[in-house]
């Protein structure tokens, strides 16, 4: 069964960087467009960037365009944001899924654990 750990975010100051990590097991996921998306309390969650398969096309919502960067090894069936220049509004719990192609919109219910991060002075 497919699990998704993702990992690497934590407290950071307004204007720092951090870099998310997502570790897929149980299956590759190296065929898959992957999406980062992100969800506050209350809120529905919201999708941040995806990456297609092959690494060569992405997409970022516009709140984080020029700031976050979405990569992926397959071969370590992994999956990364950079984050630079983090503003507060980016607090929230990241999580990675697979995504429709060129969306960030998950074809699948499939979710980890999440991440939080929050970025406050």
């Known amino acids: 069964q497919l699990q998704l750990v993702e990992s690497g975010g934590g407290l950071v100051q307004p204007g720092g960087s951090l870099r998310l990590s997502c570790a897929a097991s149980?299956?590759?996921?190296?065929?898959?467009?992957i999406g980062w998306l992100r969800q506050v309390p209350g809120k529905e969650r919201e999708g941040v960037a995806c990456i297609s398969g092959s690494g060569d096309s992405t997409r970022y919502t516009d709140s984080v365009k020029g700031r976050f960067t979405i990569s992926r090894d397959n071969a370590m069936n992994t999956f990364y944001l950079q984050m630079n220049s983090l503003k507060p509004e980016d607090s929230a719990v990241y999580y990675c899924t697979p995504t429709v192609p060129g969306m960030m919109v998950p074809l699948y219910n499939y979710w980890g654990q999440g991440t939080q991060v929050t970025v406050s002075s």
């Open positions: 149980g299956g590759t996921l190296g065929y898959y467009a």
